[in-house]
């Protein structure tokens, strides 16, 4: 490459979405740079589902195969290290790392998914992932018809119920604390056959991320084989928000249908935009954000 310091964009966040952007914008001769701290936030799911012709492989797998792939494309780079500031420069932006480096780009790509930031009850962290799990589609064939639990509350409870329904009729909701479940929605539960426990949670007994046990501070137990839990989260990344992209009412990025962000040259995709949090969606939202900072360049030397 004969700048190693200057790009045309710079990924950062080097998962499934940086990487699908980055093979849009290799095979269209960009020169991209991926920074990444190598901390995906799935890395604890023992296998990734949905995901057509990667159905059952680990995360690893699909991220080396797909890493693999990009790095047959000359004009993108690699580095390995976090990313911690980002200003507007004349002619783009400079991204300065930990480590004091600096590396300048026309167009920034934010890759960077999510931290979930986890309950304080004994055992979640270990289960995260592997038995308390975040969506029916990514892991709910594998606990079909198992004893299931979904720890929420009011309106996501009542988003996640009938979902979690249809793949097992064994199935409780841990409200942790006092149900804010209305009138309605309380009838609508009992209509189906879903009891409702208030009992705050202590730990979730479990044998290397796999649940076995609910333990509630009241001393009752409860055997469960999978958990349903949406933790709170923040952006993994404070460089988007600090660079003036605007965040949603939930906390993520705001893009458009374009994957832009509201600072010109800035692009955003991932789980640090959607809800969707699924390798599929990753992957599609990824090739969409280097399909369309390709375009807008292209654009530019057009015009």
Known sequence: MADSKNFDVIIIGGSYAGLSAAMALGRSLRHVLII?????????TPHSHNFITQDGKTPSEISALAKQQVEKYTTVR???????????????????TKLNEKFYAKKLIFATGIKDIMPAIKGFEQCWGISVI?????HGYEVKNEVTGILANGEVAMHVAPLVHNLTKKLTIYTNGASTFTEEQTAQLKKQGIPVIEAEIEE???????????????????????LY????????????????CELTEQGFIKVDAFQKTNVPGVFA????????RSVANAVAAGNFAGAMAN?????????
């Open 295 to 303: 375009k807008e360049m292209a654009d530019e030397l057009w015009g």
């Open 134 to 138: 975040h969506c029916p589609y990514c």
């Open 269 to 276: 995709c991932g789980d640090n935009t959607s809800m969707m």
């Open 78 to 96: 690699f580095h390995n290290g976090l990313a911690e500031t980002a200003v507007k420069t004349k002619n783009g932006f400079e991204i300065t």
């Open 36 to 44: 990444d701290s190598g901390l995906p936030c799935n890395r604890q």
């Open 204 to 226: 979730l007994r479990h044998h290397n991320g796999r649940i076995e046990q609910i333990v509630f501070r009241n001393g009752d137990v409860q055997p469960t084989k999978a």
């Open 229 to 244: 839990a949406k933790p709170a989260f923040v952006q993994h990344s404070d460089i988007p928000e600090k660079l003036g």
